[in-house]
């Protein structure tokens, strides 16, 4: 009896055990299991966040690029956002419309894609003002010629779209050079044919000159009355109007389908593509490191020219143009003061040619050797360092730590200036 019991209880034992050591196995596998499902998982739930994340940054940043009132996202994202906004299409991009190269804004017809701008000198002695097609031109050169006496170098994107503009005047080495570096065609009415016409044809810089193709009257007439073969004329009426022009010098126009028919007739090629011509951002979003308050700037290019003054707009954000003892600067076609987004101030050693036998000496402006500056926008002022080396090159910008300048999209007025004068030029 006491056998047979013995018996059971080792039987019991072995069964329990066995038990035990099945259930280990069990709870092994059920552990190894459970930590694979954890290992799985792990990637979908960071999907998962990823996903949330991106749906977050979504809601945030509305179509019209303003931040949603109930989240925040990092103010870096929204910098980066905005900026790119300005400088690539998006869904409020004007249909049918490509980026001004001049300007950075998506204002220039899709039609033109892949073709050159101009750049027209354009007289602006006193007696030549006011001119005509001025407002229409994306950015504005002033610079210094013989006597002291300013000339204005207008850029247009588009060729056919340019208006009547006047009054058109001949053409020197220096505003060959900074039509050239922005791609352009220089177009003028006559040059400085001493060193002109040698200067670009050593650089390879595209021009036309109106001069041989004028159509002249003892009368004042309009486009239609020009004839083929003509390409420009002198308006003597708007040379005739009371304390204005009084000189033919001072009249003469043309018009962009004027322009394109000389073109084509003296088989100049317009296509090719068009840099931008600075590093632009969104309007007003410009990064101006180390500015200063500048709600006018007064540029004095010569002693004839002592006057050039920006005064800003702060609702329209714009610096308006005056001269000649603070009058108005004003294009006839449309009866308004020319206005810009940036004003450029670059100061560089502009000398008389040595050896000129002219009554009043060329002057030649040294881009190659870079110089100093400001720039105006927004209304503030940075100082800003600048190169062109050869005539080609682009003017680039750069701030004082070295860096390329952010330039808000918009028109820009360029004043070139003799280093000479460089503390004549005042701000506030």
């Not at 005056?322 to 009866?335: A, H």
Request: glycine fraction near 8%.
């Amino acid at each position: 009896m006491l056998c047979l019991i013995f018996r059971r209880l080792c039987y019991n034992r072995v069964i329990l055990q066995t038990r035990r050591e099945n259930m280990k196995k069990q709870i092994t596998k059920l552990v190894a299991l459970s930590m694979s499902l954890m290992l799985f998982a792990s990637p979908l739930t960071a999907c998962g966040k990823k996903k949330q994340e991106s749906l977050s940054y979504e809601t945030w940043w509305t179509s019209d690029g303003e931040s949603s009132s109930e989240t925040t996202a990092p103010s870096t994202t929204s910098s980066e956002t905005q900026t790119t906004a300005s400088t690539e299409p998006s869904e409020t991009t004007p249909v049918g419309m490509i980026e001004n190269p001049f300007t950075g804004l998506y204002e220039v017809d899709e039609a033109n894609k892949g073709k050159k701008g101009i750049g027209i000198t354009v007289n602006n002695c006193k007696v030549a003002n006011p001119q005509r097609g001025t407002t229409e031109a994306s950015v504005i050169f002033e610079y210094e010629t013989e006597g002291g006496q300013t000339r204005l170098l207008c850029m247009y994107p588009d060729i056919s779209k340019i208006p009547l503009v006047g009054a058109v005047r001949s053409g020197r080495v220096g505003a060959s050079d900074m039509c050239a570096g922005t791609g352009a065609i220089f177009v003028c009415w006559g040059a400085d044919y001493t060193a002109v016409p040698a200067h670009v044809k050593s650089n390879n810089i595209v021009w036309f000159d109106l001069n041989n193709y004028i159509y002249d009257s003892l009368r004042g007439h309009d486009a239609d009355e020009v004839p083929d073969g003509r390409y420009c004329w002198r308006d003597r009426e708007w040379m005739n109007q009371p304390g204005h022009r009084t000189g033919v010098e001072h009249c003469g126009v043309t018009r962009g389908d004027f322009i394109l028919k000389a073109f084509e007739k003296n088989k100049i090629d317009i296509s090719g593509e068009m840099p931008k011509m600075f590093n632009f951002v969104e309007t007003g979003k410009a990064k101006m490191q180390d500015s200063v308050p500048c709600n006018e700037i007064n540029v004095y290019f010569s002693s004839t020219n002592d006057d050039g003054l920006f005064v800003y707009n702060a609702a329209e954000g714009v610096y308006y143009k005056s001269q000649y003892n603070g009058e108005p600067q004003m294009d006839d076609n449309v009866d308004k003061q020319i206005s810009f987004t940036n004003v450029f101030v670059i100061f560089c050693p502009i000398v008389a040619r040595p050896n000129d036998k002219s009554s009043e000496r060329h002057k030649d402006i040294h881009f190659e050797e870079g110089g100093s500056g400001y720039y105006v926008s927004n209304g503030k002022l940075i100082n800003i360092t600048w190169t062109k080396p050869t005539p080609n090159d682009p003017i680039k910008c750069f701030d004082s730590n070295g860096n390329e300048i952010e330039v808000n999209a918009g028109k820009s007025y360029i004043c070139v200036v003799d280093n000479d004068y460089m503390n004549k030029t005042t701000y506030k």
